[in-house]
């Protein structure tokens, strides 16, 4: 029953956040034949990233290539907000147990391959997952587990941060930019 409890959780932070926010929920965005793989590469653009970690998240080869996605950005600590309805996630253990189990698959899929581009997209993409799962999952580890209510509070505290200090340097920039324009063209 966890399972449904877990989408439940998601589905309630999506009514919960959707008439202030555009929420990109694979669920709610995704019709029949789009392509999963553009749609997890669009995390990267997000400023918030929402992860529901459940045990079926961390078993899922698409959740686990959304994680990886999110990770190879250098700025996934600061727009990752994990909750963990299962503190199982937790424990040394099972941490471990799962990055033994995406390094058995992919060492599985590199040992049986027949040298087929599929055998060669699937190792990468399980490469990429174990490149990715370890720094991952000891981040989270390391952070306090919020409620969800904690975490939609904090998603409003961050929309509504002052952005004018980034206004700013930006029309700085844009100022700087067109003067050293204007300079080259009379130098030229």
């Given amino acids: 029953m966890l399972v449904g409890w877990c989408y439940f959780y998601a589905n309630e932070l999506e009514r919960q956040l959707k008439d202030e926010f555009d929420i990109w ?3 709610s965005k995704l019709d029949v034949n789009d392509d999963i793989f553009g749609f997890m590469a669009q ?3 997000c400023d918030i990233v929402v992860i ?23 700025d996934w600590e600061n727009k990752a907000m994990v909750l963990v309805p299962d503190n199982s ?8 147990e799962t990055i033994n189990r995406w390094n058995c698959k992919r060492e599985c899929v590199k040992s049986n391959s027949v040298g087929g ?4 997209m699937e190792f990468e993409r399980l490469t990429l997952i174990c490149e990715n799962v370890e720094e991952f999952l000891n981040t989270v580890a390391k952070r306090k587990n919020p409620s969800q209510i ?5 998603i409003i505290k961050m929309s509504k941060r002052d ?4 206004q700013v340097l930006l029309k700085k920039g844009e100022e700087f930019v067109a003067d050293f324009l204007k300079k080259a063209v009379v130098l030229i």
Avoid: F, W
């Fill in 43 to 45: 995390i990267a653009n």
């Fill in 150 to 154: 904690a975490v939609v509070n904090e």
């Fill in 117 to 120: 581009s599929y055998h060669k």
């Fill in 52 to 74: 529901v970690l459940t045990r079926g998240y961390v078993e899922s080869q698409n959740c686990m290539l959304e994680m990886s996605y999110l990770v190879s950005q250098e």
């Fill in 89 to 96: 996630l937790y424990t040394s253990e099972k941490r471990e």
């Fill in 25 to 27: 929920r694979d669920q």
């Fill in 163 to 166: 952005r004018q200090p980034e």
